[in-house]
């Protein structure tokens, strides 16, 4: 089946501080990847994606690779801020049999102190 | 571009009384897609359309859980005789399919409480 596995957090971390979020995830076919960032009091917001293997997404100073060989897309950020608090969702849509269904991880809460 | 609304944003109802949630997509997106979220969970995926057909259900949507898109734009998503075990937050996106994207674009949610 299809699965999204992410680190668990909450994760804290000093604002200027270099993130790493990991993200694997289990498909059958050729998934598109995504990051979506939930803000508190907000809906989700897609903060970037990749559609096949080695793409790069990039969006605010956050980056993500495709890596089929590892079957990973983790989220990293060189320099974090307060405004980045929020829960980081990855996702995929299975693009096999024509399904557009995004399959999320658990999500993991990032907390930046000043 | 106003985004996707859903309403009611909050629902508080009693265990088995019906309740009906709608959600308004992006005006040009024919897609439009259910999810359900759960305290410190991922949402997970209820069902889709595309313009007014149904074209995939999850085994989560239970007998009692309803969804159409008449006329292929607003949708809504109803549950008969609500569970405690359906307090979540409901949410709603939608897409444009094209070869270049297939962006979800994220309502706020409708957030049920169940007594």
């Known amino acids: 089946g299809n699965s999204v596995t992410q680190m668990e957090g909450p994760v804290t971390l000093s604002e200027e501080a270099f993130l790493t979020i990991n993200c694997t995830y289990t498909?059958?076919?050729?998934?598109?990847l995504f990051w979506y960032v939930q803000y508190p009091g907000e809906g989700l917001q897609l903060l970037l994606k990749?559609?096949?293997?080695?793409d790069k997404g990039s969006n605010k100073g956050f980056e993500a690779t495709y890596r089929k060989e590892t079957t990973s897309f983790h989220l990293e950020k060189g320099s974090v801020q307060v405004s980045d608090s929020a829960v980081y969702f990855c996702?995929?849509?299975?693009?096999?049999?024509?399904?557009?269904?995004?399959?999320f991880g658990k999500g993991t809460k990032l907390t930046v102190n000043p | 571009d106003t985004g996707v609304s859903q309403n009611p944003r909050h629902k508080i109802t009693k265990r088995g009384q019906n309740v009906t949630f709608r959600c308004d997509p992006i005006?040009?997106?024919?897609?439009l897609y259910w999810y359900r979220q759960t305290l410190g969970q991922g949402p997970e995926f209820l069902t889709y359309f595309q313009n007014e057909a149904q074209l995939e259900k999850s085994r989560l949507l239970s007998d009692r859980f309803s969804a159409e898109r008449p006329k292929g734009s607003f949708s809504t998503l109803e549950i008969q005789r609500t569970e405690q075990g359906d307090s979540a937050m409901y949410l709603c996106a939608s897409s444009l399919t094209s070869p270049v994207t297939d962006t979800q674009y994220f309502g706020p949610g409708t957030r049920l409480t169940v007594l």
């Open positions: 498909a059958t076919g050729y998934p598109s």
């Open positions: 005006s040009e997106h024919n897609r």
């Open positions: 990749a559609t096949k293997a080695d």
């Open positions: 996702a995929l849509t299975p693009r096999q049999g024509g399904s557009e269904k995004l399959v």
